[in-house]
């Protein structure tokens, strides 16, 4: 089946640093990936959704100065949280569509997890 | 703003038991409805639903969608210690364009004791 990689799994950072976390479909193209954060006993809460070449899409409520999105390639979407603070502390997953599969089924990533000291 | 509520918010069973897990929601543009199962990282795919009234199974799990009354229910029978994680509900609806995205309940966390 469809498989879809994040890198790094945790990350730990000081208050103000900025932070990068690599999303890859690795037998697939995805020309729409997903980003989505999810806090303590909370659900998924869908981020933004990123389209290859294009500029992302951002859900109502973030910012996107902060959670900045780029989706250079079919296989590559990458979301650097900037400035981070300790509110941003969360898992982030992402989650890439398969064009080629029946349905668009979305595949998801095993999450990065972020905690800002 | 789409909408989706997963009910009981938490259950806790014994080994054996069957339990049923509800999912309704509101949604624009509604295209499907999935069940993930969700232990300590990202949600594995259980069932994509479509149509009404067609019950999907995958061995002691099954679910049914009635669109008419917008809602879902995921039964679990003679449930095991390894059913115990997050049971998530998600609707898929146009976001625009050939765009589709989720809208997640907050989920069932589900404890089966021995």
């Known amino acids: 089946g469809a498989v879809v990689s994040q890198h790094p799994s945790w990350v730990i950072c000081k208050s103000g640093t900025s932070v990068k976390i690599e999303c890859r479909s690795l037998d697939f193209q995805a020309t729409t990936m997903f980003w989505y954060r999810q806090f303590p006993k909370q659900s998924l809460m869908l981020m933004a959704t990123?389209?290859?070449?294009?500029?992302?899409?951002?859900e109502q409520g973030v910012e996107k100065d902060k959670f900045l999105i780029n989706h250079a390639s079919l296989t590559l979407s990458t979301l650097t949280v900037t400035s981070a603070h300790p509110e941003d502390s969360s898992f982030y997953i992402c989650s890439a569509r398969d064009q080629g599969q029946p349905y668009n089924e979305q595949f998801f990533g095993p999450g990065t997890r972020l905690t800002v000291l | 703003e789409d909408k989706v509520v997963q009910s009981p918010l938490s259950l806790v069973v014994h080994e054996g038991d069957t339990v049923t897990l509800n999912c309704s929601y509101e949604?624009?543009?509604?295209?499907?409805l999935l069940w993930y199962k969700q232990e300590k990282k990202a949600p594995t795919f259980l069932f994509m639903l479509t149509s009404s009234g067609i019950e999907k199974k995958s061995g002691r799990l099954s679910s049914i969608l009635d669109k008419k009354e917008l809602f879902s229910i995921l039964n679990i029978t003679a449930t095991q210690t390894g059913d115990s994680a997050i049971y998530l509900c998600a609707v898929e609806a146009t976001s625009g364009g050939s765009n589709y995205k989720l809208t997640f309940g907050k989920g069932t966390l589900l404890t089966v004791n021995p």
């Open positions: 949604v624009t543009n509604f295209r499907s």
């Open positions: 990123s389209n290859e070449g294009s500029k992302a899409t951002y």
